[in-house]
């Protein structure tokens, strides 16, 4: 059964909650898991997200056990794990491709289904491939598959073209475990590639300068088991203060890390919104009324492609005319035809937005296309007259925890409803 979520909106959002786990963190630290060899890694702070249990459910099929239970999770990883990797798991989520790394350093070989394009983009994986190359990987593509092999991974400096995310968890991952040094230039500084360098240094890997754009890694024959808590989704946090903002509510999210979401907040105080920003919290003051502002996503620590649909929803509502620019995916904007039904002035030209503030958004039947696109369509909805329905719900619930709890507890008018799998928008 499918299920649609129904917003009435248009009513200030009050009260305060707790950010949860950081899914684009917890993902990779559990595909580290395969490195190690009869040892158990103890996550704290998962968030109970389907996107976790497609990468659980890839981890058992290749051997390993995963226990998880209100926020806590044990993954044991055997002695002799399965090298190829199941297409239909793998196909449901791009991040599966965490587990090439892994399983090359620890089996010597691999097999993953290209994953494809999706939504927001072709998004290849030829970085990750290119990295494992130059560290002696024979990598041969058929059949749709990766095919990888190598006896024993050697140490190499490798320059990334673009600071992809996925690409430096994977080489970072592979290069534990490989005989010799590692460098990885032009690495990704998101803190989420923190988050796995601290688990890997746990588990007695020797890696030095993460978050930053240099990464030396000094292969170790083995590594153990070990504990680590997964850090904030500030994603996820950013959308709730977007919340906040967007209905001039008084919304405070506590148990965050403001110093990871500096690029929104900074955006949010040029646009005219009242934050309190004190220790792990940040506050949404009453009454914001929100003026037009100008970005770009960029890399860490640039404004996140990840909260542009969120914040184009914002922008919608601001006074005058903002220019939204996506440098990181090629076609991250298909949450503007949905805006579009709710009222947003938004004009597309190639890789830009711009988007007029109008006075009020009504209600509509809208479909979320890809995860953050529907967050942006819950925001717009909670300011909206009237009532939106959202189909396709399934795409936020891969990234966003008890959401309708959440908006709830915060005095949001939110549902469920169960629909048919056909059934959408009437337009
Ligand atoms: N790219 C390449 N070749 C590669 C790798 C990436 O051309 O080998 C391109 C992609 O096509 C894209 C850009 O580089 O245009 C950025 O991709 P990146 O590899 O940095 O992203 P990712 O690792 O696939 C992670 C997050 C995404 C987030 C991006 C950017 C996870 C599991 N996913 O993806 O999260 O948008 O970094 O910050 O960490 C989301 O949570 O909604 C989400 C999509």
């Not at 993460?210 to 000094?218: A, F, H, M, Y």
Request: a negative charge; hydrophobic letters at 40%; glycine letters at 10%.
């Amino acid at each position: 059964m499918n299920h649609k979520l129904v917003l009435r909106g248009d009513r200030p959002l009050k009260g305060s909650i707790t950010a949860q786990g950081a899914k684009n963190a917890a993902l990779p630290v559990m595909a580290s898991a395969l490195l190690m060899k009869n040892g158990t890694l103890e996550l704290s702070r998962v968030p109970d997200l389907h996107d976790i249990q497609t990468m659980s459910d890839l981890l058992r099929n290749l051997g390993a056990e995963v226990h998880f239970s209100e926020g806590k999770m044990n993954i044991v990883t055997p002695d002799q794990l399965d090298w190829a990797t199941p297409p239909a798991l793998v196909r449901k989520m791009r991040a599966s491709s965490l587990v090439l790394g892994p399983l090359l350093a620890r089996c010597h070989r691999a097999v993953l289904p290209l994953p494809g394009g999706c939504a927001i983009g072709s998004r290849p994986i030829d970085l990750h491939l290119k990295g494992l190359t130059k560290m002696g990987a024979e990598i041969r593509l058929e059949h749709g598959s990766v095919h990888a092999e190598a006896s024993r991974l050697k140490g190499a400096r490798i320059y990334l073209d673009f600071p992809s995310v996925g690409a430096t968890e994977n080489l970072l991952m592979a290069a534990v475990l490989a005989e010799g040094e590692t460098v990885i230039e032009n690495a990704a500084r998101e803190p989420e590639i923190s988050n796995l360098a601290e688990t890997l240094i746990r588990m007695g890997g020797q890696i030095d300068g993460d978050g930053t754009g240099t990464i030396r890694v000094k292969g170790v024959e083995e590594l153990h088991g070990t504990e680590i808590t997964i850090i904030p989704d500030r994603i996820e946090a950013s959308t709730y203060i977007l919340a906040g903002a967007i209905t001039g509510g008084d919304v405070t999210v506590k148990g965050m890390e403001p110093e990871h979401l500096e690029a929104l907040l900074a955006k949010l105080e040029e646009a005219g919104a009242h934050l309190s920003i004190q220790g792990d919290c940040v506050r949404t003051l009453p009454d914001t009324l929100l003026s037009a502002v100008s970005l770009k996503t960029l890399p860490y620590p640039g404004f996140p492609t990840d909260l542009q649909p969120q914040i184009m929803a914002a922008l919608c509502l601001a006074r005058g005319t903002s220019v939204i620019q996506e440098r990181v995916f090629e076609s991250r904007f298909l949450h503007v035809s949905e805006l579009k039904r709710m009222g947003c002035q938004i004009e597309l030209q190639g890789d830009t937005a711009i988007i007029t503030g109008v006075e009020h958004l009504t209600g509509a039947e809208v479909r979320a296309t890809d995860l953050r696109a529907g967050a942006a369509l819950v925001l717009a909805g909670l300011a909206a007259n009237g009532y939106t329905c959202i189909y396709q719900m399934g795409h936020i619930q891969r990234g966003y925890e008890n959401m309708v709890e959440k908006l709830r507890s915060l005095g949001g008018d939110v549902e469920i409803v169960p629909c048919d799998e056909n059934e959408g928008p009437k337009f």
